[in-house]
């Protein structure tokens, strides 16, 4: 079993920023991908970014682009979201996952075996 905890969520003013973190824990399993998804009131959860954990290589959704960078320590097994110039409809539970499977486009939830709790984003105006 993988547990993975998100932190650095809060409250902020449109156009600042917020760095959220994820620490992966465990038994040794192997890992292809992480992912940061999103989850707005009465909204299905969305993809937000994710990067290879090997190679690094990194894919985001069009909204965040440009704002948005995921990164990684392979060395304290944790992921990070740099969020800046953040806007109200960024709020959202962000959460990671843990995608342990080759292949796939990677922005679907299904794609994904291993969730933390979500950590709240809220972006006031």
């Known amino acids: 079993q993988m547990q993975m905890v998100e932190s650095g969520g809060g409250l902020v003013q449109a156009g600042g920023s917020l760095r959220l973190s994820c620490a992966a824990s465990?038994?040794?399993?192997?890992?292809?991908?992480m992912g940061w998804f999103r989850q707005a009131p009465g909204k299905d959860r969305e993809f937000v970014a994710r990067?290879?954990?090997?190679?690094?290589?990194?894919t985001y959704t069009d909204s965040v682009k440009g704002r948005f960078t995921i990164s990684r320590d392979t060395s304290l097994n944790t992921v990070y979201l740099q969020m800046n110039s953040l806007k109200p409809e960024d709020t959202a539970v962000y959460y990671c996952?843990?995608?342990?499977?080759?292949?796939?486009?990677?922005?679907?939830?299904?794609?994904?075996?291993?969730w933390g709790q979500g950590t709240q984003v809220t972006v006031s105006s």
């Open positions: 996952a843990a995608d342990t499977t080759y292949g796939g486009t990677g922005r679907s939830p299904s794609e994904y075996k291993y």
């Open positions: 465990g038994r040794a399993i192997s890992v292809y991908a």
């Open positions: 990067i290879t954990w090997n190679g690094g290589a990194t």
